[in-house]
């Protein structure tokens, strides 16, 4: 409804953009000079839509993976305890974060956000493509041109042929020689050409959210079980139960 709105004022008064403190999607979109050959601004529809690809996409899988890694995070006192004291060693004065890279040079920190990655659902629903008219091959099956096929990343994250015990949230298995095999497999972010763009900023945004919360929160949760995060097919995924609840208390030293 918010996103309805906007596009709505925009249409309506282009004037209206002059009054955001900043550039904004719509400012691009709508400059006739960014377009040639034929290509014609885009229309209400088409704006709404790349308005909810910018919300959504950026902002639902992320807070998504951060939830799904908290729990798991603060249902394990031993894995918590010791996040806890990596951060610290990096962030002693509280008032004081260090930057993204010393944060990316945790091992433990990183390990645990590629299992949040892998064990969040992210965009579970297939993602679609067409086969090129000369035909192709896909795991030793060939697939005539036309054809309509898809992968989601749960499918990979959750298979046993690739990760041991995939229904366990265990960071380890990405620490040490034996994790460099898995790293293909981490899809968290699609792969290719039509790979995430955001996946930069993504990775930026998990280093801070976490370790922010491992260093100014005591935290612990409220009654929240696993049965809780479970979830349905919804592109995204669709959490019908009480969600995560964490009773935090601010860490002054």
């Known amino acids: 409804m918010i996103l309805g709105k906007q596009v709505k004022d925009v249409v309506a008064n282009k004037d209206v953009l002059k009054e955001s403190e900043y550039p ?32 959504f996409a950026g902002g639902v899988t992320v807070g998504d993976t951060l939830m799904t890694g908290t729990y798991h995070i603060v249902a394990d006192p031993g894995l918590y305890l010791r996040l806890k004291d990596e951060v610290r060693g990096v962030w002693g004065d509280v008032g004081k ?11 433990l920190l990183t390990a645990t956000i590629k299992e ?12 679609l493509r067409v086969v090129p008219s000369s035909g192709t091959v896909i795991s030793g099956a060939s697939i005539p041109g036309g054809t309509v096929v898809g992968m989601s990343s749960t499918l990979v994250h959750q298979s046993t042929t690739i990760f041991q015990d995939p229904e366990t949230f265990d960071p380890e298995r990405w620490v040490g020689a034996e994790s460099k095999g ?20 993504a990775w930026c945004e998990l280093y801070i959210a976490f370790a922010t919360m491992l260093r100014r929160f ?9 049965e809780d995060l479970k979830w349905r097919d919804c592109f995204t995924p669709y959490y019908p139960g009480r969600h995560l609840r964490v009773w935090c208390e601010p860490a002054f030293d």
């Not at 949040?116 to 993602?127: E, F």
């Not at 898995?182 to 050409?193: I, R, T």
């Open 24 to 55: 904004t999607i719509y400012q691009r979109l709508l400059d006739e000079s960014n377009y040639k050959d034929g290509n014609k601004v885009p229309d209400a529809t088409a704006l709404y839509e790349e308005a909810q690809t910018m919300m």
């Open 97 to 107: 974060a260090p930057s993204l890279e010393i944060l990316e040079a945790l091992p």
């Open 116 to 127: 949040s990655l892998r064990v969040a659902p992210g965009a579970c629903s297939p993602l």
């Open 182 to 201: 898995l790293e293909q497999w981490l899809v968290a972010f699609s792969k290719g050409p039509r790979s995430c763009l955001g996946l930069n900023l």
């Open 218 to 226: 005591e935290m612990r949760l409220d009654g929240t079980t696993r």
